[in-house]
């Protein structure tokens, strides 16, 4: 029996994980883990991919994939906890065993996250612990740092905190505008996010008393890309 204070995603090589994505726009994380897995390079399922706007071009994208999408629209519900409770509902119905957010823009509920603690992670556009919300790049440049990057992390009751599992990074250049940092950040959180579930699809990496495992050992930082879009102790 798995101790409470650990949530294990198990999933050896020959099976598939399911999982859900939650996402809210363009969705072009999500179309980085559609093509790894058409490419024999994710072991997962898509049970779902849901959202909080039903134009969401993730949304279209997953239906011409064949996989069941819904939307919710927050201003239908009373209160933000209203609406994560049936979200969740629906995501645990759907037989997920994790929750990726892909560009889900919302704040979620601390009960709701409590249920999916060790299953539930995040993509993020910055370098946690810094610039946790939004305008992360604006806020890189404003800082004058020398580098930004991406990180996922296991969600937790605290807004883009959790334990982070593993991280990309890209210089910042002298001409970078917010626009352009954000387009030389894209490709890298899409092979982040393919890395980070493809590792805990294979049982690598799991959450256990507040801080990420990698290979049976606690993290004491987070894991690195490398170039070849492997994860590798940083
Ligand atoms: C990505 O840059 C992701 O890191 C960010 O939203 C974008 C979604 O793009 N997420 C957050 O800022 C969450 N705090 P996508 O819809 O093309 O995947």
Same mark, same amino acid.
């Given at each position: 029996?798995?101790?409470?204070?650990?949530?294990?995603?198990?999933? +050896?090589?020959?099976?598939?994980?399911?999982?859900?994505?939650?996402?809210?726009?363009?969705?072009?994380?999500?179309?980085?883990? $559609?093509?790894?897995?058409?490419?024999?390079?994710?072991?997962?399922? #898509?049970? $779902?991919?849901?959202?909080?706007?039903?134009?969401?071009?993730?949304? %279209?994208?997953?239906?011409?994939?064949?996989? +069941?999408? #819904?939307?919710?629209? *927050?201003? @239908?519900?009373?209160?933000?906890?209203?609406?994560?409770?049936?979200?969740?509902?629906?995501?645990?119905?759907?037989?997920?065993?994790?929750? !990726?957010?892909?560009?889900? =823009?919302?704040?979620?509920? +601390?009960? !709701?996250?409590?249920?999916?603690? &060790?299953?539930?992670?995040?993509?993020? *556009?910055?370098?946690?612990?810094?610039?946790?919300?939004?305008?992360?790049? %604006?806020? !890189?440049?404003?800082?004058?740092?020398?580098?930004?990057?991406?990180?996922?992390?296991?969600? @937790?009751?605290? $807004?883009?905190?959790?334990?982070?599992?593993?991280?990309?990074?890209?210089?910042?250049?002298?001409?970078?505008?917010?626009?352009?940092?954000?387009?030389?950040?894209? +490709?890298?959180?899409?092979?982040?996010?393919?890395?980070? !579930?493809?590792?805990?699809?294979?049982? =690598?990496?799991?959450?256990?008393? &507040?801080?990420?495992? #990698?290979?049976?050992?606690? $993290?004491?930082? *987070?894991?690195?890309?490398? &170039?070849?879009?492997?994860?590798?102790?940083?």
């Amino acid at each position: 029996m798995i101790p409470a204070s650990e949530s294990r995603v198990p999933s +050896p090589e020959s099976r598939q994980l399911p999982i859900a994505v939650l996402a809210s726009g363009r969705g072009s994380n999500l179309a980085a883990l $559609l093509d790894a897995h058409a490419a024999g390079k994710l072991p997962v399922e #898509f049970k $779902l991919v849901a959202g909080d706007h039903a134009g969401a071009p993730a949304l %279209r994208n997953a239906e011409a994939h064949g996989i +069941p999408t #819904f939307a919710l629209e *927050p201003k @239908s519900f009373a209160n933000r906890r209203e609406f994560d409770e049936a979200l969740f509902a629906n995501v645990a119905a759907s037989g997920a065993g994790l929750v !990726v957010l892909a560009g889900f =823009m919302r704040i979620i509920d +601390p009960l !709701v996250t409590a249920q999916w603690t &060790g299953r539930m992670i995040n993509i993020h *556009p910055s370098l946690l612990p810094k610039y946790r919300g939004l305008h992360t790049h %604006r806020k !890189v440049l404003r800082h004058g740092d020398a580098e930004h990057g991406a990180s996922v992390h296991f969600v @937790s009751a605290e $807004l883009d905190g959790g334990p982070v599992i593993a991280q990309a990074r890209i210089d910042v250049r002298a001409d970078d505008t917010e626009e352009s940092l954000a387009a030389r950040l894209l +490709p890298f959180e899409h092979r982040l996010m393919v890395a980070c !579930v493809a590792a805990i699809a294979r049982g =690598m990496l799991c959450q256990r008393d &507040g801080r990420t495992w #990698f290979n049976g050992a606690p $993290l004491a930082a *987070p894991l690195k890309l490398d &170039g070849d879009g492997r994860l590798a102790a940083a």
